[in-house]
């Protein structure tokens, strides 16, 4: 079974990278179109080596008779779009934070909680934030095991997480910074370039800003509304990759080798964590990476039952690209086409 898979948002860096995903993973697909705005339309698009897209306009788009639309224009734009075309019959992914803490719309990472695609009521599917992916994918082997009392993790999250834009702002902000030119921040709001800034979103009326706000309700809605997270988001001046320091407090006993060994085994993680100098991995080396990576792997002496880890991943495949190709994948195999047929 083949399926038409139309591709939202397509000229962004998530929409490549989906592009790109669904070749490598052999996705089955029937056809596949590229979908933007206005301004991007008729620009072509490679995909796979043989391939090239044209972009079409997502305003005047009919979904009608197409399988997939995977997501990710930002929130306004899947605002209006992702009910028509779930409307039409075209089940939607989508990327952005829009539908994710809407109750009947599930939230999913295919490897913690493929269950709640079970419970599909919209037509529509929810990909969690980029930071929040990575955690419960760490998290949800310990909690099993160990259940999971509360949560404090620092991220340092990469410009790619705010778009080529972001992307584009920290090499211009780099080159002028070295010839001692005139830095004025766009995207960011400080000078990102040789800094890091310890705003991702906006300020919340608690002090917290948006992006640490969605990590405590996502973990919370993806994994279990007991556990407590505190979380610190913090942009970095790394183009693509994100990383955290988590640290766990569990209601059971954990020795620090109990817990590598958990993760070891579990899926779509790979555990380098050799206590010696360099035996950790960075996000320069994640990039690109399917995997998560965990690291850094010890005891918490504080509390009674506590781990601390280091944890990273490329925020554009993992965080977002890859998540969204295996949903659809998940809903190929659960055969969520067939009963919809």
């Not at 702002?169 to 800094?195: C, G, M, W, Y």
């Not at 990273?312 to 495949?317: M, S, T």
């Not at 969204?324 to 809903?331: F, G, K, S």
Request: charged share 25%; hydrophobic share 45%.
């Amino acid at each position: 079974m083949a399926f038409k898979v139309a591709v939202v948002g397509a000229t962004g860096a998530v929409g490549r990278e989906i592009l790109k995903t669904l070749v490598e993973r052999d996705f089955p697909i029937k056809d596949v179109v590229a979908l933007a705005s206005p301004r991007s339309t008729g620009q072509e698009i490679s995909f796979g080596d043989k391939r090239v897209l044209k972009v079409q306009n997502l305003e005047k788009f009919d979904f009608a008779g197409w399988d997939i639309g995977l997501f990710s224009p930002g929130a306004s734009v899947s605002a209006i779009y992702a009910p028509r075309a779930a409307a039409a019959g075209c089940v939607v992914i989508d990327n952005t934070s829009h539908f994710r803490m809407e109750h009947d719309v599930p939230l999913v990472v295919p490897e913690v909680n493929p269950q709640a695609l079970g419970k599909i009521r919209r037509g529509i599917i929810a990909n969690p934030n980029c930071s929040t992916i990575q955690m419960v994918l760490a998290l949800k082997p310990l909690h099993d095991r160990y259940k999971i009392k509360r949560v404090v993790v620092s991220t340092y999250q990469s410009v790619s997480g705010a778009g080529k834009e972001g992307m584009e702002e920290l090499l211009l902000q780099s080159r002028r910074s070295l010839v001692h030119d005139q830095v004025v921040p766009q995207e960011f709001t400080k000078q990102i370039a040789f800094n890091v800034i310890p705003q991702i979103d906006k300020f919340m009326d608690d002090g917290a800003t948006k992006e640490e706000w969605k990590m405590v309700v996502e973990t919370k809605k993806i994994l279990d509304p007991d556990i407590a997270v505190f979380a610190t988001c913090v942009r970095v001046p790394v183009f693509i990759g994100h990383a955290e320091s988590i640290t766990v407090e569990f209601e059971r006993p954990v020795t620090a080798s109990e817990a590598r060994d958990v993760l070891r085994h579990a899926p779509g993680i790979i555990v380098q964590d050799t206590r010696e100098d360099g035996g950790f991995v960075t996000p320069l080396e994640c990039a690109g990476e399917d995997a998560t990576y965990i690291s850094r792997i010890r005891k918490d002496p504080t509390v009674p039952h506590g781990l601390g880890f280091w944890c990273v991943a490329d925020n554009l495949r993992k965080g977002a690209a890859l998540n969204a190709v295996q949903i659809a994948e998940t809903l190929v195999a659960q055969g969520y086409f067939k009963k919809a047929a």
